[in-house]
């Protein structure tokens, strides 16, 4: 089971669900119009997201998902361990 992370949006579950279905590196707005949200609230949730290490930047336009995002939607992960990358 994930666990509950207090500043994470469901949006958040969706982008990394999306990298990792696909197994692929995306821009914001590509992961956007897979999954029904703006280009703009997107990219700033990946940025979010990288700031914890649950995705890494891989350029100036393109994320991955991290092992630790890996691990976190695996629900091996606690808690402490994402809010410490904070």
């Known amino acids: 089971m994930r666990p509950r992370i207090e500043w994470m949006t469901q949006a958040d579950e969706r982008i990394m669900e999306f990298l990792q279905e696909k197994d692929i590196v995306a821009s914001p707005s590509v992961i956007a119009a897979n999954i029904d949200y ?5 990219s700033r ?3 979010k997201l990288a700031d914890a ?3 890494q930047r891989v350029d100036p336009t393109n994320y991955r998902l991290t092992e630790l995002g890996e691990r ?5 992960v606690e808690a402490d361990e994402i809010e410490m990358m904070r």
Do not use: P, Q
């Open 72 to 76: 976190f939607l695996g629900g091996d």
């Open 45 to 47: 949730r990946c940025r």
């Open 53 to 55: 290490g649950l995705l």
């Open 38 to 42: 703006t280009g703009e609230y997107i």
